[in-house]
């Protein structure tokens, strides 16, 4: 469901609300791919929210213009404007 809707190389920042099993972060970045993540937001044209999706962090980035799609409770992406 992400990959389908974050366009081939665009930057996403990946941000998982729990901890990943191990090696857990390798294999969500291998299914993304050709698209590219990014270690700040700031770089980013996508937010993944992986298994947690703070009420303020969703808010703040819908009052910056984000539009923010859920996958279930804890699964989110959010284009930045």
């Known amino acids: 469901w992400v990959a389908s809707r974050i366009p081939d190389r665009e930057?996403?920042?990946f941000r998982a609300g729990r901890p990943l099993p191990p090696n857990g972060?390798?294999?969500?970045?291998?299914?993304?791919?050709?698209?590219?993540?990014?270690?700040?937001?700031?770089?980013?044209?996508?937010?993944?929210?992986w298994r947690g999706t703070p009420a303020s962090a969703i808010a703040g980035l819908r009052r910056r213009g984000a539009l923010v799609e859920r996958?279930?409770?804890?699964?989110?992406?959010?284009?930045l404007p």
């Open 11 to 13: 930057r996403f920042y």
């Open 25 to 49: 972060d390798l294999c969500v970045r291998f299914a993304l791919l050709p698209r590219i993540q990014v270690r700040r937001p700031s770089q980013a044209r996508f937010v993944v929210f």
């Open 71 to 79: 996958f279930r409770r804890d699964y989110a992406v959010a284009r």
